[in-house]
Nanobody
Framework: QVQPVESGGGSVQSGGSLRLSCAYSGNPALMCWFRQAPGKQREGVATIKPDGAFTYADSVKGRFAISRDNTKNSLYRQMNSLRTEDTAMYYC?????????????????????WGQGTQVPVSS
């Protein structure tokens, strides 16, 4: 069973950078970083396949980067040029097995294993 565990969250000023980590077990078919701001729906922001192919949401393209180290069973997300609107709870999610629809990799229902989340408040 894949059980993601996030770390690395914390307060940061606008324009700053932060790196989130996600430790997992097993060999998930697909992994994704989501975020959820207060009063908003959960949003998929970056996904990565086992072969390293990735997809980003338009809202974070050019600022966020996702990477994966299979030897350490870890997923990372580097966030640069942070904005106050990036303030959210950030979640790591995994699809443990099976097929998936390529156009749905940023959709929460695609994933069946979720971490507890790590808070990232961005101040102005």
């Amino acid at each position: 069973q894949v059980q993601p565990v996030e770390s690395g969250g914390g307060s940061v000023q606008s324009g700053g950078s932060l790196r989130l980590s996600c430790a997992y077990s097993g060999n998930p078919a697909l992994m994704c970083w989501f975020r959820q701001a207060p009063g908003k729906q959960r949003e998929g922001v970056a996904t990565i396949k086992p072969d390293g192919a990735f997809t980003y949401a338009d809202s974070v393209k050019g600022r966020f980067a996702i990477s994966r180290d299979n030897t350490k069973n870890s997923l990372y997300r580097q966030m640069n040029s942070l904005r106050t609107e990036d303030t959210a709870m950030y979640y790591c999610a995994a699809k443990t097995s099976g097929i998936y629809v390529a156009s749905q990799t940023l959709v929460p229902d695609t994933y069946n294993s979720w971490g507890q989340g790590t808070q990232v408040p961005v101040s102005s």
